[in-house]
């Protein structure tokens, strides 16, 4: 539990940090982040006896998350993502070289790769330009990152004291329907806390976002949890001691960030 404490506060201060310390910082921050997290999931499914294309998988993340990065800081045209088609497409290709019984698998996972990590991390990333494309504001980043956190105390404070009833058994024993509402109720709170520090967005847009965080976030979670059980792996990794990987820690944002970006971009725009 100390392991666990003193990582989670060190965790806390770089993710923050990050966030604060401007714009490239947070460009270049979670473009690494996102790379980790994703050479996390090709090596986890390694183990499920499936061999995707991780040089490949991983350089389409690259340039995914760069051209991202390049639409915001230039106005970077949309219609240059056209030339990642050619490199997705180039798995089809490299598979036909490899003497393996599953082949669609190993093609099916490497394309499963930056669909499920990486673009999540372009939508989270993207929440730092939503009010203005070209403008860099920590506001909603940080807000995504609080409720989320938030809501996995509250998920697990609430769970201890409270829970009974199993919110999904089979992918998550511990998960309770009380801890499930205790979450929600604790995101709300920092949402109530955004809207009074931030009056960029109402206060009902504010509970709105922590709300689905919560919602999907835990969705989230529940699937990378399904995605353990079905390779027998307890983390998917061990950079964080006490927390397993990177992609164990934002298994919550994978879910909730596109869903949340969505939400907001109606709203705002």
């Known amino acids: ?4 404490a003193i990582t989670a506060f060190f965790f806390t201060i770089v993710m923050l940090g990050s966030i604060f310390l401007g714009s490239y910082t947070f460009t270049g921050f979670y ?26 998988g991983v350089l389409v993340a690259v ?6 990065a390049a639409y915001h800081f230039l106005q970077f045209e949309t219609k240059y993502l056209l030339l990642v088609v050619p490199l997705i497409f180039s798995v089809f290709i490299s598979e036909l070289y490899k003497k393996n019984k599953i082949p669609f698998a190993n093609i099916s996972y ?10 999540p991390f372009c939508f989270f990333y993207s929440l730092g330009f ?9 506001h909603l980043p940080l807000a995504f990152l609080l409720m989320l956190w938030a809501n996995d105390t509250g998920a697990y404070l609430f769970g201890v004291k409270f829970g009974k009833r199993r919110l999904f058994e089979r992918h998550s024993p511990k998960k309770s329907w009380e801890g499930f509402f205790g979450g929600i109720f604790t995101s709300v709170v920092v949402a109530f806390v955004m809207a009074r520090f931030f009056p960029d ?10 709300v689905l965080i919560s919602c999907f976030g835990t969705l989230g979670d529940l699937v990378e949890s399904m995605l353990k059980r079905s390779l027998d792996a307890k983390d998917s990794g061990s950079f964080l001691p006490g927390h397993g990987g990177f992609l164990d ?17 109606l709203i705002i725009h």
Do not use: C, Q
């Open 249 to 265: 820690r934002f298994d919550g944002l994978l879910i909730a960030a596109p869903v949340v970006y969505v939400y907001l971009y």
């Open 63 to 68: 340039i995914l998350f760069l051209m991202t």
């Open 1 to 4: 539990m100390k392991t666990r």
């Open 201 to 210: 967005m109402t206060t009902a847009t504010w509970v709105g976002m922590a």
């Open 31 to 56: 473009l690494i982040l996102s790379i980790v997290a994703l050479l996390e999931f090709y090596k986890l499914v390694k183990m499920g006896g499936i061999r995707p294309h991780r040089n490949i």
């Open 110 to 119: 490497t394309f499963v790769g930056f669909i499920y990590v990486t673009i």
């Open 130 to 138: 939503l009010a203005n494309v070209l403008t860099y504001d920590y």
